[in-house]
């Protein structure tokens, strides 16, 4: 992960790159195209002025003239006649001329057949550099067209001058930007730092550390905040550990001493039921709520013991190689035979072509389905509850969603908190010791995964968690 001066300067970067870099070759290719287009118009002027300038010429030959205007101006002035063939070149002998090759399919010469002049910048095979070339189609016997061109060397030079021009704005602008991180550095990224000094001694126990950053923006109110919250976080974890002992020793003491008697008394009950009952005074309703809610405490005392066991570190995974597809199977047909809602539908939705094993402790895992449909059931009126089951690569992903009342956004971050019980809950009566959801996510975080929650209320829910597929190694 970037830290903070690190994506600042990293900004920095994009903008330099972004905002400055392309824009300026896209202006250092306008540079270029704007000095040429200079060049070839002042080259266009020249071509007339010369035309100009050999029409009304009377002393001097066509040879002459072309040297004379080009000693004049440093232009090379090349003469051609309609058939391509060069009648003469400024600075060169007429043997040199006669060695030159015909200019009929130059492109400044094409060009200018269709617009009157031509302009080319290419490589002179004749002088061995590049030059811009302008090509004028005239009507001066035995001359058809004039040509004056010029060495790119100028043309250089001058696009040059003008980026340099540009790459010291470029400079300039790059340091402001510099010199406005290293400010940005100093103001937001140094405080924020100290903040996150002080936050990592509160996060490793040292509630005592404070944050000393000083101002009135909202840097200095996070510090202050960070402050506060380290002063209430000292005073309710102490009380939370305070808590969090004696309710463990609470719940392991009463869980022993209540789950042996209930046990019994549910015994006694359930014989009377069979037939031992003889005595007509007794109200039979009332012994089978009684045995209902004996059961209900025993339930309790069971998951008392489950999250008491797990809190305090003596539940141990025994891990093994587990059939899921077959456990979920018998979980659903036991499911099936005693529901008494017969308005809901317990299926299997299996996408394995094949039986997969994981790496789970089978008896948790039974417990956490039988948790979650007995959840699903409990809170379902009719529609449909599933198991879901998946495969990818090495892990098993398994899913138990129902259409019942569904979860408040709410309540969704508290549902594995024990004993919480959302308004839904409540408000429906249902039976329920208000610790399986916690369960189910304390052994589901023991096999090394994470127990995730999807639901909208009044259309359903589904809670989904992955486990490893079993392997040998």
């Known amino acids: 992960m970037f830290k903070l001066r690190q994506k600042l300067f990293l900004t920095l970067f994009a903008l330099l790159s972004i905002g400055l870099i392309t824009p300026t070759l896209l202006t250092n290719r306008y540079i270029d195209r704007e000095v040429r287009e200079e060049i070839a118009n002042t080259l266009l002027s020249h ?18 003239a072309a040297s004379y205007y080009s000693d004049a101006t440093g232009l090379r002035i090349t003469l051609i006649n309609k058939d391509g063939k060069v009648l003469g070149e400024s600075g060169l002998s007429a043997n040199e001329v006669s060695l030159m090759d015909n200019h009929l399919d130059r492109p400044e010469i094409q060009q200018s057949n269709n617009k009157k002049f031509g302009i080319a910048t290419r490589y002179s095979s004749t002088l061995k550099k590049d030059y811009i070339y302008v090509a004028l189609n005239i009507d001066l016997e035995p001359i058809t067209y004039i040509r004056v061109s010029q060495t790119m060397d100028f043309a ?7 980026q340099a021009y540009q790459y010291r704005i470029i400079f300039l602008i790059s340091l402001i930007l510099i010199a406005f991180t290293f ?3 100093r103001w937001v990224t140094s405080p924020i730092r100290k903040i996150s000094k002080v936050a990592q001694k509160i996060k490793s126990g040292d509630w005592s550390s404070r944050s000393e950053v000083k101002g009135s923006d909202e840097i200095a109110d996070l510090a202050i905040s960070v402050n506060e919250m380290a002063e209430t976080l000292g005073t309710d974890i102490s009380k939370i550990i305070s808590m969090s002992e004696v309710r463990s020793e609470f719940l392991i003491n009463v869980t022993h001493e209540l789950k042996t008697p209930i046990a019994s008394i549910s015994g006694y009950l359930e014989t009377l039921l069979d037939g031992a009952l003889d005595d007509k005074e007794v109200n039979k309703t009332f012994l089978k709520r009684s045995l209902k809610n004996i059961k209900r405490l025993e339930v309790l005392v069971t998951d008392l013991v489950d999250i008491s066991r797990i809190e305090t570190g003596e539940l141990i995974m025994n891990m093994s190689q587990v059939d899921i597809l077959t456990l979920i199977e018998e979980l659903v047909s036991d499911a099936n035979s005693t529901k008494k809602n017969s308005k809901i539908d317990i299926k299997i939705n299996n996408n394995l072509n094949e039986k997969v094993f994981v790496n789970a402790d089978p008896d948790r895992i039974h417990q ?15 529609g449909q509850i599933a198991i879901s089951i998946e495969k990818n690569d090495n892990k098993v992903y398994l899913s138990v969603s129902d259409t019942g009342v569904g979860i408040e956004t709410e309540s969704i971050e508290r549902i594995f908190e024990r004993f919480y019980r959302t308004d839904n809950a409540r408000s429906r009566a249902k039976n329920g010791t208000g610790l399986g959801l916690s369960i189910v996510n304390h052994i589901i975080k023991a096999h090394g995964s994470t127990v995730k929650v999807e639901s909208r209320l009044g259309e359903g829910t589904e809670f989904s968690f992955e486990l490893e597929v079993y392997s040998k190694d």
């Open 183 to 185: 400010l940005l550095d």
């Open 368 to 382: 956490v389905f039988n948790n979650l449909l007995s959840n699903a059931i409990r809170y379902t009126d009719e």
């Open 47 to 64: 071509g007339k002025a010369f035309s100009l300038f050999l029409s009304n010429n009377n002393k001097l030959s066509m040879i002459q």
């Open 156 to 162: 250089n030079t001058l696009i040059a001058h003008r």
